[in-house]
């Protein structure tokens, strides 16, 4: 079975350090992989997207990059955090093929102080 | 943007009852999915709805898709308090690739026991 494991949990940072988040995929191959931010009480923003290794799409112009090393491993990153850059950040896959549902991972808080 | 908008956006019965929550889209899509969040975790995929589709029964759910009026309903009968959550709809855009879904803010509900 599939497995999606995400990583920290919850992270305090203070603004202007760097950020990593980690996302990896088990016990499939070549998922779309996938980036979202969540705002308290609100719904999913799609940060970014890769239908491939090396291939990233993004969809909100912002203080974050995302990189696609290896075909289960999605990492989010930023050079200098923002206090907006706070939220709920979720990673997500889906079966490279059409009308796929999304699994998601457990999230990770993050806290920009 | 969003697509989707949830209506209503919170919602409170007792455990018994039916919860009716209604998503309403803008444009045209290869398949709706309904969603479901628990606080602080990522979300799970309940039902997908194609558009050709009119209604789709999975256990206590029922999800009905009108393509005419761009608009769902996600029915939860006997309602239990585990189902207390917030509940998302999502479209699957026709015409967008890598299988990119466009989440609603979410119907919160509450179960009382």
């Known amino acids: 079975s599939q497995t999606i494991h995400q990583w920290p949990a919850t992270l305090v940072q203070p603004v202007g350090s760097p950020l990593s988040l980690e996302c990896t995929v088990e016990g499939t191959s070549n998922p779309n992989l996938y980036w979202y931010r969540q705002a308290a009480g609100r719904g999913l923003q799609l940060l970014f997207y890769?239908?491939?290794?090396?291939?990233i799409s993004s969809e909100v112009p912002q203080n974050l990059s995302a990189s696609r090393p290896q075909d289960r491993q999605f990492i989010l990153s930023s050079k200098k955090l923002l206090l907006s850059d706070s939220g709920f950040y979720l990673c997500?896959?889906?079966?490279?093929?059409?009308?796929?549902?999304?699994?998601f991972g457990n999230g990770t808080r993050l806290t920009v102080t | 943007s969003q697509q989707g908008e949830e209506d209503p956006q919170a919602l409170s019965i007792q455990e018994g009852e039916n919860a009716t929550m209604n998503c309403s889209y803008k444009?045209?899509?290869?398949?709706l999915q309904w969603y479901r969040q628990n606080s602080g975790r990522g979300l799970v995929h309940l039902i997908l709805i194609r558009s050709n589709e009119r209604e789709k029964h999975s256990g206590r759910l029922r999800v009905t898709l009108d393509t005419s009026k761009k608009s769902s309903s996600l029915l939860i009968t006997a309602s239990r308090a585990a189902d207390t959550a917030s509940y998302f709809c999502?479209?699957?855009?026709?015409?967008?690739?890598?299988?990119?879904?466009?989440f609603g803010g979410g119907t919160r509900l509450m179960v009382k026991p």
């Open positions: 999502a479209t699957d855009d026709l015409g967008d690739a890598g299988n990119m879904l466009t």
């Open positions: 997500a896959w889906t079966r490279n093929e059409g009308s796929s549902p999304l699994h």
């Open positions: 890769s239908v491939g290794i090396g291939q």
């Open positions: 444009t045209s899509i290869n398949n």
